[in-house]
């Protein structure tokens, strides 16, 4: 132990001359003492060799210490050369290789120091300061990199903001400019509307001037050869010649011509249209709308699928296409079957009443569109012309031209008392899905796998406008009652609203992701019942938004339809049966 305390003052005094301070005195040394327990700094005096055979010669003070000023200002000219370089740096977007740090002798000398002492906690404390100094270091460069970015930042963010601020300003002046094409363009479009009743006018006057024409021209032809072949009453009873023969029967079969061309003339489209019934309608019926209806009824009518139904205009039954090939009227409330109708080959897609209510028009995969007697079932005409499965039929509210669509990506309009094709429509690039008349007017509707919604003239067979914005296939697509809204949905299950008079999207609800297979409204305008792949039936409420769901159908939903009154809804589905609701 005397050996020990002998060996004290000497390593004291060694390390302090490395350090070029006082590193103890009595008192702290008993601190040092107090705090670290076991572990605690002894004066030694190293007199002989190590066990290593190593001889340390010692260091003259003159050549390691450093006056605390002069350390002081070489510490700060070195940052400021370092923060230089680091400007320089950041300048020229480049980054520089970091140095190796080369290990200075006093933190050897200490290192090796404490290693040969055995203060191993000493030494973690000191190598943990020298590495949190470098990590300083190494922070303070990552901060002014990182300040200097946020510099930039802002700059460019400023001048977004100037350049935004610039294009606002530029906007702004083309306003005036757009506000003035707008009202040119709803000037150009009443001078259009205007034009367009003035040709019908045109027209009109036209059909009655070559119809009288035609009359004076008929009667010249009959007049003329009854003087030739009676010259005299003496000769009425006289025998019949050859030349008096044939006069006869050409002239009988003049006739003959003139009656079937009579008979197979083209129907006119109406110029005067009485004004849409359902505006009054909608206005007298201010109950409240329906939404609270309950599973009531299931009539099993079908072997496959439900694919259409419609309730007749005046009298309580309905009528339901399914892919069995055929039509059956069904009385209600009982859903008794009173007539069945059969003559496609191919299942039915879809079916419409005649204005009158006496016939029915269907659509089918056979590529035909056939018209019914509905007192008798038969059929009394098929319109053939389409290349591929027909999708949907409409009638005009006239009575005299029906409207098909079909996979073929076209749609025709037939005249049903000439019984032919009168226009043929293109514009589609894909399968046309449903068609409808605009209510009391010469306006069609069609809705395509191509995603758009066309507006056309059947008068002429031309595109008035088209609606884009469904982002899939549109399955349906009709007009509310009083014609001021097109509803359609599409096979993701999406239904969008459209303004008919401005042409523009109202609102999108998605239902999805189930598709959306026919739309219809009830007779108030204000309800819109969407069915589903899901089974679902889904009641939108136009005025509040909410959305209401009828739960019921075991399988796919393919229909739907309210009843003339809306106290009732008829669905029906992919397992043949029609659902009453109420």
């Known amino acids: 132990m005397a050996a020990e305390e002998g060996m004290a003052p000497s390593a004291l005094r060694v390390l302090e001359e490395a350090l070029g301070v006082g590193l103890t005195s009595a008192g702290a040394t008993a601190e040092a003492v107090a705090a670290e327990g076991a572990y605690y700094l002894e004066q030694v005096t190293i007199t002989e060799a ?33 923060q230089a370089i680091d400007t320089h740096i950041l300048e020229q977007k480049t980054v520089l290789p970091s140095k190796p740090a080369v290990p200075e002798v006093i933190e050897d000398f200490l290192c090796n120091f404490l290693i040969k002492m055995g203060m191993t906690r000493t030494l973690d404390c000191f190598q943990s300061e020298c590495k949190a100094r470098e990590d300083l270091l190494k922070t303070q460069k990552e901060r002014d990199f990182h300040r200097m970015h ?94 008096q023969k044939g006069l006869r029967e050409a002239r009988e079969q003049n006739k003959c011509k003139t009656k079937m061309k009579d008979n197979t003339k083209d129907s006119e489209f109406p110029t005067d249209m009485m004004p849409n019934p359902n505006l009054y309608l909608c206005k007298e019926n201010i109950g409240p709308a329906k939404f609270d209806y ?35 009227v069904v009385g209600l409330p009982k859903g008794n079957v009173l007539l069945t109708g059969f003559g496609h080959t191919d299942w039915l897609s879809n079916c419409c009443f005649h204005p009158s209510g006496n016939k029915l028009a269907t659509s089918s995969g056979d590529t035909t569109v056939k018209l019914w007697d509905l007192s008798n079932g038969n059929c009394i005409l098929t319109l053939e012309g389409h290349n591929h499965a027909v999708w949907s039929c409409t009638w005009h509210s006239c009575g005299d031209f029906v409207a098909s669509s079909s996979l073929d990506t076209t749609s025709k309009i037939w005249d049903v008392n000439s019984e032919r094709c009168r226009c043929t ?72 609203l459209w303004d008919f008079r401005k042409l523009l999207p109202i609102v999108s609800i998605d239902v ?22 899901n089974g679902v039936i889904h009641l939108l409420d136009l005025k509040s938004g909410q959305i209401h769901k009828l739960m019921g159908h075991e399988s796919e939903a393919h229909t739907v339809v309210f009843s003339q009154d809306g106290e009732s809804l008829f669905s029906g589905g992919s397992d043949g049966t029609v659902r009453t609701w109420s």
């Not at 004076?216 to 072949?229: A, F, L, Q």
């Not at 009539?299 to 259409?308: D, G, I, K, Q, T």
């Not at 293109?426 to 995603?451: C, M, Q, R, W």
């Not at 204000?526 to 069915?531: G, H, S, T, Y």
């Open 512 to 533: 999805g992701p189930s598709p959306g297979n026919e739309v219809n409204f009830d007779p108030s305008g204000r309800v819109l019942a969407q069915a589903s792949g």
């Open 150 to 243: 946020h510099k930039r930042v802002v700059q460019e963010k400023n001048k977004l903001i100037n350049d935004l601020k610039g294009l606002k300003l530029h906007y702004a002046s083309y306003e005036p400019t757009i506000r003035v094409l707008h009202e040119k363009h709803h000037t150009l479009l009443k001078q259009k509307m205007l034009t367009s009743l003035e040709r019908d006018r045109a027209v009109k006057q036209i059909s009655g001037l070559q119809a009288s024409w035609r009359l004076m021209d008929t009667g010249h032809d009959i007049y003329v050869p009854e003087i030739r072949v009676v010259p005299s009453f003496e000769k009425e009873n006289a025998p019949e010649g050859p030349t």
């Open 425 to 496: 429509l293109y514009g589609h690039t894909d399968s046309v899905n449903s068609i409808e008349f605009f209510p009391y007017s010469n306006t069609l509707l069609t809705g395509s796998a191509d995603k758009t919604l066309s507006v056309w003239d059947a008068r002429t067979g031309k595109c008035e406008q088209s609606l884009y914005g469904h982002m899939h296939s549109i399955n349906d697509a009709t007009f509310a009652p009083r014609g001021h809204i097109i509803a359609s949905c599409d096979a993701c299950g999406v239904t969008k």
């Open 50 to 82: 190590s066990e290593d055979d190593y001889e340390y010669e010692e260091i003259p003070d003159d050549n390691f210490s450093i006056p605390e000023g002069e350390e002081d200002l070489a510490k700060a000219i070195h940052m400021v050369q370092e």
């Open 294 to 328: 309950k599973l009531n009824d299931i009539f099993r009518l079908h072997e496959l699928p439900v694919s259409c139904i419609i309730v007749h205009p005046r009298r309580d039954i309905l009528v339901s296409c399914g892919e069995d090939r055929l039509w059956k």
